[in-house]
């Protein structure tokens, strides 16, 4: 989880990770909550979005990852709910990037 930074919607990503060249930011978005891989439709509806950006990459790629209502839940709620479900995102997040 230190290798993932958490990304407020009006800030600078560039800033953030001192990026020399200034790149246009890419986001890349997911259809299915990033928590509990539940996919996202009708019937569960997003609820929230984490933005997570890669320190250790140097480019300013923002991960929006989706929340199901359950884990937007335990996200909102804060402390350990909260830290359980940075925790399962960013892992899943890694082995995504890993690939």
């Not at 020399?20 to 996202?40: D, E, M, N, V």
């Not at 250790?56 to 804060?78: D, M, Q």
Request: aromatic residues 6%; contains cysteine; proline residues 7%.
């Amino acid at each position: 989880m230190d290798e993932f930074i958490e990304v407020k919607p009006h800030q600078c990503i560039v800033k953030i990770l001192g990026a020399t060249h200034p790149l246009p930011p890419l986001s890349i978005r997911y259809s299915k909550c990033k928590s509990c891989i539940k996919p996202i439709d009708s019937r569960s509806k997003r609820q929230a979005e984490v933005r997570l950006a890669l320190c250790t990459l140097k480019l300013p790629i923002i991960f929006i990852c989706p929340l199901c209502t359950r884990c937007a839940s335990l996200y909102r709620r804060g402390g350990r709910r909260r830290l359980f479900v940075l925790r399962r995102i960013t892992s899943l997040l890694e082995n995504e990037v890993m690939r």
